[in-house]
């Protein structure tokens, strides 16, 4: 009898400790947001469109924001919560955000991304299965509306190994706990992803194939370049920071080029992909010698100049 009453109790306690785990959001996702108010509806519609009642925590740093980023945030409310700094600084805005999210694993998102709730589950659930310690869904290209030069560009660019393999960052990356503390504070970089990705090994972090997040691309290849000119000048501040961590990078783009120069087809979008590399380069360099302030960041105005205004309110249909 008492043996009985002894498997009960614990069938009882394993039931509690069940019920328990399923308790609360299964991930975090912090936005660190400078003056979004274009994109910012649409990336909190996206994660909150399918999405239960307190199944994700949600911050958004509004970091020296003075447009109507806060206000159409705040709109929204739970389980979207809103921080404010007057200080306008990606990192310190995404530390602020760890120090508020509720749990792990933690999403770290920028305001211009396009993420469905069905993409969040999966990495939330790689990660907390301990798959891998940082995570990402699929990357996609929004090429709508582009230029010829900016679909040939990224046509070669997305058969390059570093768009094919394990890329992580490009707008978004989740970490597990045990990922999380492989490092303190967010590094002050332009391109803190690289910092990211490269902390962790190729069997540490992980692309989830079968989920996805959108990237809006620029419209022009002019604004292509500027972009890419602020990369390169973001990659070479990181290779100056953190000598080691760069050298972890595996790349062979001659041989994935010529692989495809192969292929007469690709020759014209070859040829644009390489001359866009070589302004961008050049551009880089004299950027990072005349740049007064190394961390001020650029960004492409051009692609949310796209966003449709019904995209930019909390209001619009579909919310």
């Not at 003056?35 to 509806?41: M, P, R």
């Not at 200080?87 to 120090?99: P, Q, T, Y």
Request: hydrophobic share 40%; aromatic share 8%.
């Amino acid at each position: 009898m008492d043996e009985k009453k002894n498997v009960m109790q614990e069938n009882q306690l394993q039931s509690v400790v069940e019920t328990d785990e399923k308790v609360g959001p299964i991930c975090s996702i912090v936005i660190p947001a400078h003056n979004e108010e274009q994109v910012i509806a649409r990336c909190l519609r996206s994660l909150l469109d399918g999405c239960g009642k307190d199944e994700i925590d949600v911050i958004v740093v509004a970091n020296n924001c003075d447009d109507k980023t806060v206000e159409i945030a705040s709109s929204f409310g739970a389980p979207v919560r809103v921080i404010e700094t007057p200080i306008g600084n990606k990192a310190h805005a995404m530390d602020l955000g760890d120090e508020a999210a509720m749990t792990f694993p933690r999403i770290y998102l920028d305001a211009d991304i396009v993420i469905p709730i069905d993409s969040v589950r999966k990495v939330a659930k790689v990660l907390s299965e301990r798959k891998a310690l940082c995570a990402s869904p699929r990357m996609r290209l929004n090429l709508d509306g582009r230029s010829w030069g900016v679909k040939a560009y990224y046509d070669i660019w997305s058969r390059l190994p570093y768009a094919k393999q394990q890329m992580i960052g490009s707008g978004v990356y989740a970490l597990s706990e045990e990922g999380r503390s492989r490092f303190g504070k967010f590094p002050n970089l332009l391109a803190e992803d690289e910092f990211i990705r490269l902390t962790f090994s190729e069997d540490e972090r992980q692309v989830i194939n079968d989920c996805w997040f959108q990237v809006d691309v620029p419209k022009t290849l002019r604004d292509l370049t500027r972009l890419r000119m602020r990369w390169d000048r973001g990659v070479a501040q990181f290779s100056e920071k953190y000598p080691d961590l760069k050298k972890r990078e595996k790349r062979n783009y001659r041989g994935a080029l010529a692989r495809l120069a192969g292929n007469p087809v690709r020759w014209p979008a070859l040829a644009t992909y390489v001359s866009t590399w070589m302004v961008t380069k050049v551009g880089g360099r004299l950027q990072r010698r005349f740049k007064k302030n190394e961390f001020e960041w650029t960004r492409d105005q051009s692609a949310r100049m796209m966003v449709k205004p019904e995209e930019q309110s909390a209001s619009a249909p579909g919310s």
